[in-house]
């Protein structure tokens, strides 16, 4: 009986997660938007005040805020193509990955090349998509390629890595 009651509070558990984590990225994608209008018409440099250089990283930058510049243009890019010029409804992305739609927004020329990648994004393994944009690329998949691996060596105290 203990096991029934553990499994029903994982499934409650889990659900608020999802829940929760859908909340999140919806909150987010808001604010994506606001910032892009920030940008796009130069809001941001009355926020930063007189006597500060108005820069876009500043007010990222800001602790109430505090985005990174790379995730913004990522997302940036992703809205301005995915979103604005092909239509597509944000909420219908909301779960995919954001280095998938990133690759979808590069590899799109279309609304209709989107959707199809989009369908494929929701459903295949990393490797798989990973293989579907190549071929979409006319590079070799990790099956067809004939792999010239490369050996580095890695230090164990700060990471850096060379090639061998």
């Given at each position: 009986m203990e096991d029934t009651n553990k499994a029903?509070?994982?499934f409650e558990i889990d659900k608020s997660i999802k829940e929760d984590e859908l909340k999140r990225r919806m909150l987010f994608i808001s604010n994506i938007q606001k910032l892009i209008q920030m940008y796009d018409e130069d809001?941001?440099?009355?926020?930063l005040g007189e006597g500060v250089e108005p820069k876009w990283s500043a007010y990222l930058a800001d602790i109430e805020k505090f985005y990174s510049r790379g995730k913004i243009e990522r997302w940036r890019k992703i809205i301005t193509k995915l979103v604005t010029k092909f239509g597509i409804d944000i909420n219908s992305i909301i779960?995919?990955?954001?280095?998938?739609?990133?690759?979808i927004a590069n590899n799109s020329n279309s609304k209709e090349e989107a959707e199809e990648l989009i369908t494929q994004a929701k459903v295949l393994t990393s490797l798989d998509f990973k293989n579907l944009l190549r071929e979409k690329q006319g590079k070799p998949t990790t099956d067809e390629c004939e792999h010239k691996m490369v050996e580095y060596e890695i230090c164990s105290i700060c990471g850096v890595k060379k090639k061998r």
């Open positions: 029903q509070k994982a809001l941001y440099q009355f926020i779960y995919i990955p954001e280095t998938r739609l990133e690759d």
